[in-house]
């Protein structure tokens, strides 16, 4: 069963580049055809999805986030980073990553979540 486990800072300055690593146990993440996502809440608010690397590394932003978001994988500890830049305070949240198995946002296996806290 494969198992996914977020890492990274809890708290960002503004206007820093907030970067979170995702580590993937039980699986490889260059198995056809899953699809490695990041997904956010806000306090209050619903869940985000904010972009995706897929088993063949391709690349998929949400188009709101596209321009500040980039996401990378690194096949030999079998995980994947997100990293978003120019953040306010409207980007804290609790971030996820996930497996999609199909790339239709069908979310099999998630990290527990993160708490990132975006305040100088």
């Known amino acids: 069963q494969v198992q996914l486990q977020e890492s990274g800072p809890g708290l960002v300055k503004p206007s820093q580049t907030l970067s979170l690593t995702c580590t993937v146990s039980?699986?490889?993440?260059?198995?056809?055809?899953?699809?490695w996502s990041w997904i956010r809440q806000p306090p209050g608010k619903g869940l985000e999805w904010m972009g995706a690397?897929?088993?063949?590394?391709?690349?998929y932003y949400s188009p709101s986030l596209k321009r500040r978001t980039s996401i990378s994988r690194d096949t030999s500890k079998n995980q994947f980073t997100l990293q978003l830049s120019s953040v306010t305070p409207e980007a804290t949240a609790v971030y996820y990553c996930?497996?999609?198995?199909?790339?239709?946002?069908?979310?099999?296996?998630w990290g527990q979540g993160t708490q990132v806290t975006v305040s100088s």
């Open positions: 996930a497996r999609d198995d199909t790339g239709w946002a069908l979310f099999s296996s």
């Open positions: 039980g699986g490889s993440i260059t198995t056809n055809y899953f699809y």
């Open positions: 690397i897929a088993y063949s590394c391709s690349t």
